[in-house]
T-cell receptor, first 113, second 115 residues
């Protein structure tokens, strides 16, 4: 079974600053994928970034980067230059093989002016 | 390209009733997964449909059932509603594949309230 742990219920950051959202995972599988989703108050889950377990380089997508430390089983999301529109819930999720997603409990990010 | 749509947006039901939620998958996608997201929690996998058959199921009782139609749209049915069924129900569509990444595209969800 897979497990995702997000230990930060809420994070506060000032506009234009960088923020790191923590995620640790547990699986016995060697092949897996790690995802980050953003969920605004509207409810829709928006895909942000993906990291495969065999990818040697950390994934980056614009202002989002994934700090992947395989030995520590962590996959932290780094948002650079935070914007007011980044305020939302953020979920870390895992997929093993080609199975469906297992999500963490999420971190609420609030960006202040 | 048409995204994932869900209907209705909101729904209020009484305990013991039955409910049907609908999902239209993204154009070109043949797999639909349903998730339940209780307030303050992450989404939990209910089941997945591929080629009109259930292809995997999470830890949900049989009163949660589904259908997938030839056009790949899907329904989630819940019988004998309980108060704990109150949640946001998310549908995600994807293209069946046997290797990562397994990208799923989510709809806006249906918020179900059971009173």
């Amino acid at each position: 079974a897979q497990k995702i742990t997000q230990t930060q219920p809420g994070m506060f950051v000032q506009e234009k600053e960088a923020v790191t959202l923590d995620c640790t995972y547990d699986t016995s599988d060697q092949s897996y994928g790690l995802f980050w989703y953003k969920q605004p108050s509207s409810g829709e889950m928006i895909f942000l970034i993906y990291q495969g377990s065999y990818d040697e380089q950390n994934a980056t997508e614009g202002r989002y980067s994934l700090n992947f430390q395989k030995a520590r089983k962590s996959a932290n999301l780094v948002i650079s230059a935070s914007q007011l529109g980044d305020s939302a819930m953020y979920f870390c999720a895992m997929s093993v093989g080609y199975s469906t997603l297992t999500f963490g409990k999420g971190t609420m990010l609030l960006v202040s002016p | 390209e048409t995204g994932v749509t869900q209907s209705p947006t909101h729904l209020i039901k009484t305990r013991g009733q039955q409910v049907t939620l609908r999902c239209s998958s993204q154009s070109g996608h043949n797999t639909v997964s349903w998730y339940q997201q209780a307030l303050g929690q992450g989404p939990q996998f209910i089941f997945q449909y591929y080629r009109e058959e259930e292809n995997g199921r999470g830890n949900f009782p049989p009163r949660f059932s589904g259908l997938q139609f030839p056009n790949y749209s899907s329904e989630l049915n819940v019988n004998a509603l309980e108060l704990d069924d109150s949640a946001l129900y998310l549908c995600a569509s994807s293209l069946w594949r046997t290797s990562l990444p397994y990208e799923q595209y989510f709809g806006p969800g249906t918020r179900l309230t059971v009173t």
